[in-house]
T-cell receptor, first 113, second 116 residues
Framework: KAGVTQTPRYLIKTRGQQVTLSCSPI?????VSWYQQTPGQGLQFLFE???????NKGNFPGRFSGRQFSNSRSEMNVSTLELGDSALYLC????????????FGSGTRLTVV | DQQVKQNSPSLSVQEGRISILNCDYT??????FLWYKKYPAEGPTFLIS?????DKNEDGRFTVFLNKSAKHLSLHIVPSQPGDSAVYFC???????????????FGRGTSLIVHP
C-alpha cells in the first residue's frame, strides 16, 4: 500500500514569506501529526489532526498552523518565516491504536534564506 | 526540559558486535515506548516498541529492555550490520485515560555507525 506522501520534498523561501506543506496519509489512517526536526533537537511535535479537528498542539508560536481535510489529507502553514524555521518537517499518520506506531513520510526540507 | 533523553549523540561499533543504544525518561506517566530508525533523506521508520507491563521485547536482531524503576530503556542490536547505520530515536507516550498524552515525545537521537 502507498505510504505517507509529503510534498514538496525541498523548498527554499525568503524570510518573511509564508509556506504551505502537504501531507497525504496512508489510506485508512485518520490521525495526522506534524513534527519539526532540526539538527540536535530531535523531533518536536507541532500538532495532530484527527477527523478534521486539531486534537493536540505542541509548543510552537501561532505562525505555525495546520488543517485536515475530509479525505484526511493535511496541510501545515508557516507564516512570516524566520531563519530558525529552516528544518525538516515530518508528517506521520497512524491508526487509532498506539501499538501501531506512526508511519512517517520522507519529509519536506525547508530552507529559509 | 527534555522528558526523553538520549545522552549519546553517536555510537560506533564493529560489524557482528552488539550495539546498545540507551534512552532515559523523566515523566512517570509514560507507559509505552518506541524506537524508530532514520536514514538520511527518509522519514523515521518504526522499529520496535514495548509496553510498561513488560521488561523485554524481542524482534529478530532487535531487543528492547525496559527498567521502569530507573526510567531507562535500551535497544540492543545483535549482531550489528553495516545496514543498521542510521539515527535511532527513542520515543515515549502516556496513557490518555490516566490524563497523559498519547502523542509520542522523542529524544534527540543517536547516530549509529556500524563499521564493516
Amino acid at each position: 500500500k502507498a505510504g505517507v506522501t509529503q510534498t514538496p520534498r525541498y523548498l527554499i523561501k525568503t524570510r518573511g514569506q509564508q509556506v504551505t506543506l502537504s501531507c497525504s496519509p496512508i489510506s485508512g489512517h485518520r490521525s495526522v501529526s506534524w513534527y519539526q526536526q532540526t539538527p540536535g533537537q530531535g523531533l518536536q511535535f507541532l500538532f495532530e489532526y484527527f477527523s478534521e479537528t486539531q486534537r493536540n498542539k505542541g509548543n510552537f508560536p501561532g505562525r505555525f498552523s495546520g488543517r485536515q481535510f475530509s479525505n484526511s489529507r493535511s496541510e501545515m502553514n508557516v507564516s512570516t518565516l524566520e531563519l530558525g524555521d529552516s528544518a525538516l518537517y515530518l508528517c506521520a499518520s497512524s491508526l487509532v491504536s498506539r501499538a501501531a506506531g506512526y508511519t512517517f513520510g520522507s519529509g519536506t526540507r525547508l530552507t529559509v534564506v | 526540559d527534555q522528558q526523553v533523553k538520549q545522552n549519546s549523540p553517536s555510537l560506533s561499533v564493529q560489524e557482528g558486535r552488539i550495539s546498545i543504544l540507551n534512552c532515559d525518561y523523566t515523566n512517570s506517566m509514560f507507559d509505552y515506548f518506541l524506537w524508530y530508525k532514520k536514514y538520511p533523506a527518509e522519514g523515521p521508520t518504526f522499529l520496535i516498541s514495548i509496553s510498561s507491563i513488560k521488561d523485554k521485547n524481542e524482534d529478530g536482531r532487535f531487543t528492547v529492555f525496559l527498567n521502569k524503576s530507573a526510567k531507562h530503556l535500551s535497544l540492543h542490536i545483535v549482531p550489528s550490520q553495516p545496514g543498521d547505520s542510521a539515527v535511532y530515536f527513542c520515543a515515549a507516550s502516556a496513557n490518555f485515560e490516566s490524563g497523559g498524552s498519547y502523542i509520542p515525545t522523542f529524544g534527540r537521537g543517536t547516530s549509529l555507525i556500524v563499521h564493516p
